[in-house]
């Protein structure tokens, strides 16, 4: 039954659009409107309109299809029959009905009687051969087209698959980055037996709550705000390890506009200028800033290089960025990143 129901719209859909079609090519032919012209531009779209659709999608639907798309080839064959059978009998439905409006060529004198003259069968059969054959091409074109925007459709899907299981992958990478160092920060609290290892793990919860809870929808995209608290917690965390507040500078707006972003697409800028940064002294503070309005997004993550590199599990996190930026903002992001060797610059901005 569903099938049913799907090839009835197909056909009453292909219908109407062969209606219109050949409705408006027909009007656009008639140079003078009268009850004659628009006789026949009733005749020529509706009724023969409707003889030439059954037999296009006869051809369409029982020799085209077969043929391209089932890979049956001698189907074709079927042509040579039904393309002169349906002239016939195209002929004989003109005949029967529109013999007048169609067929008619005038009249002649012939001893003295006024004789009508009207196209023979053979004239008809050769002239209606041709354009016959015309909805013959139309129906293997059609099907042609409807092949390609099949094809079109799973190339997407699959191009869409593919871009799906590349982010997931590098979040997943970025995701465990962080969880090394948030884990290494935490241990190196309680080496010192501070009391803020508590504070730091009810932190880092949250982070991984948050972290968890994204969807794997390379199209989703979190609220900036909550992302922003992210940010937040992530400082926070880092706060905790250091005991230095001010040796960690975060400016956000007091006004955020109802903005979506890819989320954890800014933490490892943050990850990154904590790992290589200084962070324990006032005048070379982890400055962290974040602008945005209803056009775009401006983020930059200045800090000091630290004389000592604290870890060796970096390396991937800021070219993850870069290959999700290009998936996930391509053509509508600026990234600009500056190591001077004793300063290190994080730049990105995106429209929204």
């Not at 004239?123 to 409807?146: D, E, M």
Request: charged share 15%; glycine share 6%.
């Amino acid at each position: 039954m569903p099938d049913a129901r799907r090839s009835f719209r197909e056909f009453a859909g292909m219908l109407a659009g062969w209606l219109v079609l050949v409705y408006s090519s027909n009007l656009m032919t008639v140079l003078r409107f009268n009850d004659q012209t628009i006789r026949l531009v009733h005749i020529n779209s509706a009724a023969l309109g409707l003889v030439n659709f059954l037999f296009f999608y006869c051809c369409y639907r029982w020799i085209a299809i077969p043929v391209l798309e089932k890979r049956r080839p001698l189907l074709a064959g079927l042509l040579v029959p039904v393309l002169p059978a349906f002239t016939l009998l195209k002929y004989g439905f003109i005949h029967l009905f529109f013999a007048q409006d169609i067929l008619y060529r005038g009249h002649q004198i012939i001893n003295g009687q006024k004789v009508e003259l009207y196209t023979s069968l053979g004239n008809y059969f050769v002239n209606g051969l041709w354009s016959n054959l015309v909805i013959v091409v139309a129906a293997f074109s059609f099907c042609l087209f409807r092949l390609w925007l099949q094809e079109e459709k799973k190339r997407v899907l699959l191009q869409q698959q593919q871009l799906q299981a590349e982010s997931g992958f590098l979040k997943m990478q970025l995701n465990s980055h962080f969880l090394i160092n948030s884990l290494n920060s935490i241990y190196s609290l309680a080496l010192m037996g501070s009391p803020e290892v508590v504070k730091a793990n009810k932190t880092l919860a949250h982070l991984l709550a948050y972290m968890v809870d994204q969807p794997s929808d390379i199209a989703y995209r979190a609220p900036i705000r909550e992302e922003i608290s992210y940010l937040q917690d992530f400082v926070t965390l880092q706060r905790l390890r250091t005991g230095f507040n001010e040796g960690i500078i975060f400016h956000t707006p007091d006004v955020l506009p109802e903005k979506n972003i890819a989320p954890l697409l800014l933490v490892p800028f943050v990850e990154n200028a904590f790992k290589h940064g200084v962070s324990n002294r006032p005048e070379k503070a982890v400055t962290i800033t974040l602008a945005c309005n209803e056009q775009q997004l401006l983020f930059s993550v200045h800090n000091y290089v630290s004389g000592q590199q604290r870890d060796k599990t970096g390396g991937i996190g800021l070219d993850n960025v870069r290959k999700r930026l290009q998936l996930l903002y391509p053509g509508r992001h600026q990234l600009d990143i500056r190591d001077t060797g004793a300063e290190y610059f994080s730049n990105l901005v995106i429209n929204w």
